[in-house]
Structure formats: structure tokens, C-alpha cells
């Protein structure tokens, strides 16, 4: 029987060489991951080891030859080795499932105090913002707002604005044409016409929207930009209303110190023509802010601004208005021109670049 019973030292001592990597697990420095790999290769070496075809297996096999009066002393030793064995593998699991748990239950927690991630909420564009202020003011002026096309036929983008074959405007250089011949509309201008046509007279509308011209962009251009139009047409109406109308939104928007002026020009689609210009809103038309050239309007006291006059008689019998009967002024002006003078812009294109960081701060 001293054969058997070394037999089963024999095996203590390997079970306890092999369980040695289990045995007193220092689980905190264990990711998650390696303390499952660890459960898997545990719960393999429990089967090696306790499994039918174990060697522990077989001394239970080898206790019913053993002599019988020999039989029960070398039973409890089986036993004994059995009870270690597995408590030995239980406490190593018990270790490794409570480690296993909580490390889960860790990686699932919501700290609730943690700061919140704030949505970024967004803000108008300050084009958009200027387009709308405008748009107030000569709504509460009894105009409407007129959208229309951007993609427009030579006749409403030229013809019916006088402007005959042969001006520059028309060339492909200066507008972008569709490959089946449409223009992109190269002012808001059109409006006037399709207006007109919808809506017939008398009317008072603007319209803003996008224009496009086929300019190289640099600090001043860009080949899309936003303008406003403006019409108003009525019986009587005369060049005094222009200039008190322009006067009047431009007061509303600068300040009702602020002065304009009309300086004679030529537009096809008007006639008389004026350019217009109104007393800087910085320096007040003094033309020196702070001691120094006022920037905006570059120390002359005003800044121009858009074209403007009386609509052409031509333009409106394009749009079957008599012009014995009715007669009446337009404007047209750049809104990112305004938009750089205003915010002190050096680079039109900043306005579409959609850099956070600038548009930022026009909110
Ligand atoms: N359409 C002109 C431009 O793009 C601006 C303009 C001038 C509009 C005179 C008008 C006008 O309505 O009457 O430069």
C-alpha cells in the first residue's frame, strides 16, 4: 500500500505545481479580458484534473483493490486529496468570477456626475442675419418679399432689362451659362420682371437671392453672392420716392442720423440712373474715426453702395405696363459688401468658408 499512497502524494504534488497559477491570484492588476482567458483555463485544468479520465479518477478506481482492512485508511486519504483539489479550484473560480462581475459592472457604470456633453446649438449665418433685418424694414414699409429662380433664359436675365446683344454682361466670360444654354442669373434683377409678369401693377416687392458672375474670387469676389432688389411701381411715383425710400430703410438700419446721396450712372434697365450712397455709419460721414481715416468708407465720409432709378419704359412694356400710366424706381445692392463693411471684413470669402471659429462671432 506504501506504493498507492506515494502515488497519491505523487499527484498532490503535481496538481499543486500545475494549480500554482491559480493559486493566490493577484486579480487587481488583471484587465477584464485576461481574467476571462483565466476562467477558461481554469475551468479546462478542473476538468484535466477531476475529470473521468483524470488520474484522480483513477485512485478511486484503485481504492476497491486495495486490501480490505488497508481500504478505508487509503479512502480518506483519496478523499482528502479529492476535498483539497477542489477546494483549491473552487476558491481560484470564486476569485476570478467576483473579480470578472465587478470589473463588468465597472465598465457599465454611468457616473451620473460626470459634465454633459453640451449639443452645439448653431446660429443664423450673419448674411442671413442682414437679409432678415432688411427684410423687416421694408415689410413694415408695405413690400413684399419675392423669391424667385436662379437658373433664368436670356430673356428674362437680359431682354427684358434692356440690356441689348452685344453688352458685356451677356458674354460667357461675365455669366455662367448651363450647357443647354441657361443663364445663372447675374442679378437679382430678373425678379423684377417675373414679378411684374405674376403680380402685375402696382407693386412694391424685394427680392433677395443669389447672384452669380464668373469672377476669379479674391478678397473682393466671390463667383456667388447675394444681393437685394428692389421695386416699386405705382402711378406718380417719381425720383423723390427712390431717394426717400432708400433714405428711409437705410436710416431704420444705420441710424436716423444717417444721410444719402444719389450720384448720377447708367443702368440699362433705368433712366434716369443713380448710384447710391449713404454717410458712413462709423465715423458719421466726418470721414475720421478716433483720430484717424475712418476705415469703412476710407476717410470720404460715404459709402456706396447699389445701383438704383427710375425703371426703364422699356422694362416695363416688357412686362405689358404702360408707361404712360405707371412709372417707378429700383434698387439693387450687394448684401456681402454691406456685410464687410459692417463687421470690418477684409475677405469676402471668409462669409463662405463656414469656419466655425469666424462665423462665430455675428451671432
Ligand atoms: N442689378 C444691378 C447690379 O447688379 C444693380 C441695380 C442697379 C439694380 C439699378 C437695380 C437698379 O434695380 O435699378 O449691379
Known sequence: MSEEKRQVEKIREAFEQEFGR?????????SLSEAEDLQRELSAFRVKQTGKKSEIAGLNKLVGRIAPEERAEFGKLVQSLVADVN???TEADATLKTFVENAKIERERI???LPGTRPRAGHLHLLTILRQKIEEIFVSLGY?????REIETDYYNFDALNIPEGHPARESQDTFYTTNGFALRSQTSTVQIRAMERRGVPIRIIAPGRVFRRDTP???HTPMFHQIEGLCVDKNITMAHLKGTVGEWLRRLFGKETRIRLRPSYFPFTEPSAEFDFSCFKCGGTGAFDGERCRPCKGSGWIELGGSGMVHPNVLRACNVDPQVYSGFAFGFGLERMCSLMYSLDDIRLMFENDVRFLEQFK
Open 22 to 30: 491559480f493559486a493566490n491570484l493577484s486579480v487587481e492588476n488583471l
Open 111 to 113: 457616473d451620473v456626475t
Open 144 to 148: 413684399s418679399i419675392e423669391d424667385d
Open 87 to 89: 477546494q483549491s479550484l
Open 218 to 220: 479674391d478678397l473682393t
